[in-house]
């Protein structure tokens, strides 16, 4: 996994595998995820990170690291 920002855009991108993306779902304005060619979601989007997210309590609790 791999979690990345870029504060030229205020985007979180956030990569759950390296598996190629195969559709994409505008949720919203700021949300969207990319899913494989299984459905499965690979990648996650967040635009307006500061606007959305109150950063101040973001914890990562209990991620498993899982092998691929």
């Known amino acids: 996994m ?7 855009t205020d985007t979180l991108a956030i990569e759950l ?3 190629p993306i195969a559709n994409t779902d505008v949720v919203t304005d ?3 995820l990319d899913y494989d060619r299984d459905g499965k979601v ?5 635009d307006n990170y ?7 309590n973001l914890q990562a609790l ?3 690291l899982l092998a691929a």
Do not use: M
Not at 50 to 56: A, D, L, W, Y
């Open 2 to 8: 791999k979690i990345q920002y870029y504060p030229e």
């Open 42 to 46: 690979v990648a996650i989007t967040l």
């Open 17 to 19: 595998t390296t598996k």
């Open 50 to 56: 500061s606007k959305n997210v109150e950063t101040i």
């Open 62 to 64: 209990g991620v498993p």
């Open 30 to 32: 700021d949300l969207i």
